[in-house]
Every structure is written in structure tokens, then in C-alpha cells.
């Protein structure tokens, strides 16, 4: 999962060096950025659940919080996923957008805003790996194997 947010990081500076120029680099990275998301998040809740029996065994809880754990998931990433359009089209109409759309726009401000696409296309996935390496770091599903299972539903 780790390895995924580090190649998002690379790739996205990579593109962001190389410039809006090289059309094939960000329909590729578009496309892997696209794909490796939805294939390594599918296991995302294999990490929550070695957060929950960390939890529960440092703390030596009886009962785990696994609810708890799965509520405050949600309750940041689906505001996330809500509220991150609305910031982008508000990014894109301080740039130009709306004139734009209107057709009443200048040169200028269609350059601006492709500067604006451009810098939201490639920061935006680097501060999102840079969170996400952060938040991530300190758990993994390496070593959670276990032969005896920490906790069974009865």
C-alpha cells in the first residue's frame, strides 16, 4: 500500500518537471493513478483491521473498536469525496473558468487557467501521497499473519 502512495509521489513530480507539454506522460499517469487507486484501495480495509487489534491489544480492551475505527473512516472520506469537486471548480472559476464557459474569455486567462488544470493535475496527487505516506507509515500488513486470530466474534 506504501509502495503505491510512493510511486503516485514520483510519478506526479515527474510529470509536474516535465511539464504540461508532454500530453502521453499525463494521459499515463492519469490512467496508472486511475487504476492504482482502485486496486490497491480495494485492501484498505485490510490495514484498519491490523489498526483496530494494535488498538485493542495496546490498550487491552476486551472488545475491539472496530465501529469506531470504520465510522471515523467514513466520516473523513466521504466529505472528501463530496466536498473535493466543489474546491476545484471554485479553484478553476478564480482562474478563468467561468469566462471560459461563457466564451467571453482572453488569451490570458485561458493560459492562466491551463496553469490552474495543470497545477491542480500534479500537486494535488503529491500533497494527497505526502498525507497518505504520513498517515500510513506506521502500519502494514506484513506482520499481521497470525496464526491464532486476536479476535473472534462469538
Known sequence: ??????LKLILASLMFLLGPTHTW???FFLLL???LSNAVF???NLPLSDIIDDDQQRHQ????LSSSVF???ALFTKPAQSFAPMLVVSIL????YTEIKHGTASEDQSEELHAAMFNILCLLPIAIAVLQLIVWRPYSIRSSHKIVPVHLEN
Open 42 to 44: 480495494n485492501f484498505a
Open 33 to 35: 493513478d486511475c487504476g
Open 25 to 27: 506522460f499525463i494521459a
Open 1 to 6: 500500500m506504501v509502495c503505491s502512495f510512493y
Open 93 to 96: 472559476n478564480s482562474h478563468g
Open 71 to 73: 465510522g471515523f473512516n
Open 61 to 64: 480492551r476486551k472488545s475491539p
